[in-house]
């Protein structure tokens, strides 16, 4: 039965999913005319929109452990990464703290609202296979956000865990944030089953997906002693998702 639910609802979920990226890159352009904390609304409304679509497959999205944090400090979000559905609930959630992704060049091109909210709307994109000159972008990058009082979003484990097992967080892009802001807090989300709605790549997608997630408490952390502290964090993020 939930096969034949799939065959039908899947393609029902692509259409409302590209509707509202073509819609809202069009709000994105008219937003960016106005200020960029309309356009930062703008953004805002489009990741709501895009996990309202999930619920056409079923999907439901607990948030726990979440507070409201100061917006007069940037803060580092960083957290396990399992698909694209990780990314619409922490813009929403975090909305009121701004923040801004570091993410893959790829992404910032092609892609109807997604690019030119990573072109212009105050992310950072680097080329992985690049690393000192991603390195320099990621500086200038904590910079902007050092002045602004915008937060981060990022992935240290680099890539997508396809069977939702945290690896190991990379220090290389935290660190060059730490040289810039280093009393920047650090918040640990742990992010639970939405690789599950991919249904490992195929077209039809998983209905009825339970995803979570979970806001760990704030910290600072040290730069001479960054490997083991994000290995500390990994495993926290690890037992919260259990």
């Not at 910290?219 to 502290?229: F, K, M, W």
Request: charged share 20%; aromatic share 8%; net charge positive.
């Amino acid at each position: 039965m939930k096969k034949v639910l799939s065959v039908i609802l899947t393609p029902l979920f692509f259409l409302f999913f590209g509707l509202t990226l073509v819609v809202f890159h069009i709000v994105q352009l008219i937003a960016l005319r106005i200020s960029h904390r309309a356009h930062d609304k703008s953004v805002a409304i489009l990741n709501f929109c895009l996990m309202r679509c999930t619920n056409i497959l079923g999907t439901r999205t607990r948030f726990k452990g979440f507070i409201n944090l100061p917006t007069s400090e940037p803060y580092l979000f960083i957290s396990n990464h399992q698909s694209m559905w990780d990314i619409p609930p922490l813009i929403w959630k975090l909305r009121k703290n701004r923040p801004k992704f570091i993410a893959k060049a790829s992404l910032a091109k092609h892609i109807p609202s997604i690019s030119i909210n990573l072109q212009r709307g105050g992310s950072v994109a680097i080329d992985r296979n690049k690393p000192e000159e991603a390195v320099a972008k990621i500086e200038k990058f904590a910079h902007f956000i050092k002045d602004k009082k915008f937060s981060i979003c990022m992935f240290p484990e680099g890539t997508r865990s396809r069977d939702g097992i945290v690896k190991t967080f990379k220090a290389g892009g935290i660190d060059a944030i730490l040289n810039i802001i280093p009393t920047i807090k650090v918040v640990p989300i742990g992010i639970k089953n939405t690789g599950l709605i991919d249904n490992n790549g195929k077209f039809l997608k998983r209905l009825g997906i339970k995803t979570s997630f979970i806001m760990l408490p704030a910290r600072t952390v040290n730069s001479q002693n960054l490997i083991a502290e994000l290995d500390v964090i990994k495993n926290e993020i690890a037992d919260a998702i259990a």
